[in-house]
Every structure is written in C-alpha cells, then in structure tokens.
C-alpha cells in the first residue's frame, strides 16, 4: 500500500470555535492509481492534500506513506520525504520568475546536492517530456499559462517521486490548454506514476480511476466514475 490514512482529523481553533477541517478521514491509495478529489470550496480537500503531502500534520490520526508512520518522523526527515517521494503542482504555477524554465526545473534537484551533470541529464529529460525542449531557457512571463504549468510538472515529476499532487492544475488556463495538462497527467500515469488530482471540475475528475467527495471534512467514495 502506497498511502494509507486511518481516521486523519485536523482541527483549527477560530476563537473560541474549533473548525474541523477533516473529521475521520480514512483513505487508501494504491501505487499506480489516479484519484480525483472533488469538492466545494472549504470543504476540506486542499487541508487533505496538504496532509498527504507532508505540509502539514493530523490533529489526530494515523499516516503511512510507503509503511512510514509520517507522525513519528522528525521534521528534517519530512522534508526529505516530501523532496524524494512527493511531486506537487499547484494551480498557481508557483514558479521563480528570475529564473528559466531550465533553473526552475534544475532546482528540486539542487536541494537533494545532485552532480550537475546528472541534474542537467534529468531536467532535460523532464522538460522534454512535456514537450518543453525548446523553451527551457525560456523565463515564466515569456511562456503561456499552459506552458507554465508544464514547467511545473517537470518540476514536479524531476526527482521521480512516487506521488504526483496536483491541486487545481488546470484552473487557471482555458479548456485547451487545461485538456492539454490533463492528458500529461494521464501518460505519466500510465508509465506508472500516482497521481492525486484535487479539482472542482467534473470533466477533469471524470478521467481519474476513482473519484473521491470532500463535503464538510468528511470523504465519500463517488458514483461519477
């Protein structure tokens, strides 16, 4: 079992109010699986993504990711997991904008104190695998929304992590270009990557094998699929 959550809650105190963001949250994901989570905003999807993505801690809860108990592993360990195993692509891009596509990609790599030419062999290749080959030295404002966000799954997929998240992808571009994306996603599955997709759209999470609904920090298996 890649991932596997047993009754995750995550509270946050408002006042004198305490929110639950996630409230008995079970999940078990399988490696090579494409799951979509769909759900209103506030309904608790991003705080589960931030969880499983090691951004965050449970209130409460048991976390295995690849038979790793995540609560009991010290905060530099996390962030060696969340670099080696975790690939994330948010709907913002997130990019360096002082940097070329080539330097945004190279940098997940850095941390890990990579050889150059190695990282320069593996950035190549991710680039290229998201048809980028000829605007890796490119910066952000001189590429498209929807080449942005290819630079970011390089980024993402770079370290060869076992899990892709993506939160919201496809929202800031056209039907397009977000069509474009999707389909990345779906040949990365296919040569074996695990990707996690957090959407609002249905089309998109129509294309996952399992369809997931966050409603009220809660999670319920979807009859969409």
Do not use: W
Not at 70 to 83: A, G, L, P, T
Request: net charge positive; charged share 20%; proline share 2%.
């Amino acid at each position: 079992m890649l991932i596997s959550l047993e009754n995750i809650d995550k509270h946050y105190k408002m006042g004198n109010n305490i929110v639950k963001a996630l409230d008995n949250v079970s999940l078990m994901v399988e490696k090579g699986e494409f799951i979509a989570v769909i759900g209103q905003s506030g309904s608790g999807k991003s705080t589960l993504m931030n969880i499983i993505g090691c951004l965050d801690t449970p209130t409460c809860g048991k976390y295995l990711l690849e038979n790793c108990m995540i609560n009991c592993v010290k905060d530099n360990e996390i962030s060696e997991i969340r670099n080696k195993k975790i690939g994330f692509v948010f709907q913002g891009f997130n990019l360096i904008p002082t940097l070329t596509a080539f330097e945004n990609v190279e940098l997940t790599l850095i941390y890990r104190k990579m050889n150059k030419h190695k990282r320069q062999k593996l950035v190549e290749q991710a680039l290229s695998s998201v048809g980028l080959t000829s605007r890796m030295f490119h910066k952000p404002h001189e590429l498209s929304g929807g080449q942005q966000q290819r630079v970011a799954i390089a980024r993402a997929i770079v370290g060869s992590p076992s899990i892709i998240l993506a939160d919201e992808p496809c929202g800031n571009l056209d039907s397009n270009s977000g069509a474009e994306i999707m389909e990345i996603f779906h040949q990365l599955n296919k040569k074996g990557n695990t990707i996690i997709l957090i959407t609002h759209d249905n089309n998109s999470a129509k294309t996952a094998d399992r369809i997931l609904v966050m409603r009220d920090g809660k999670l319920h298996e979807s009859c969409m699929a």
